[in-house]
């Protein structure tokens, strides 16, 4: 029993651990968090704040309705606190919010933990 308990606790940090390093990078540039990147039910969640801002996007946050503005050029996006996770008093949301809110780019590498979010052009036929 001992060694099944053992072996539990084993997997469980190691699954921790490799879920706490994803690695987010905004057109090529290594993004540092706090906090980093997540895993939850199956989707990776980014800072949203740190993702947007690392694509020229600006945040605003209004504590009484609960809001996010997110423009980046002209286009302004509007996003519910509730449509993320809140960590550390810090608002993560799903990567492909980032990408509707901001109009960018976004990739998940699994393999390699990562996201790539890009402000290239859509290639033709993608909307």
Request: some cysteine; proline content about 5%; overall charge neutral.
């Amino acid at each position: 029993m001992r060694a099944l308990l053992a072996v539990v606790v084993v997997l469980s940090v190691a699954s921790l651990a490799a879920a706490a390093d994803i690695t987010l990078l905004a057109n090529g540039k290594t993004v540092t968090s706090d906090p980093a990147p997540m895993m939850q039910d199956g989707h990776v969640y980014v800072p949203l704040r740190a993702a947007a801002e690392a694509v020229g996007g600006d945040v605003k946050y209004d504590a009484a309705s609960k809001t996010v503005t997110i423009c980046r050029g002209d286009v302004c996006s509007f996003l519910k606190q509730s449509d993320g996770i809140t960590v550390n008093g810090r608002l993560l949301v799903g990567i492909r919010k980032v990408a509707e809110a901001v109009d960018v780019q976004v990739d998940w590498d699994g393999p390699a933990q990562t996201v790539r979010i890009s402000t290239a052009p859509k290639p033709e036929g993608t909307g």
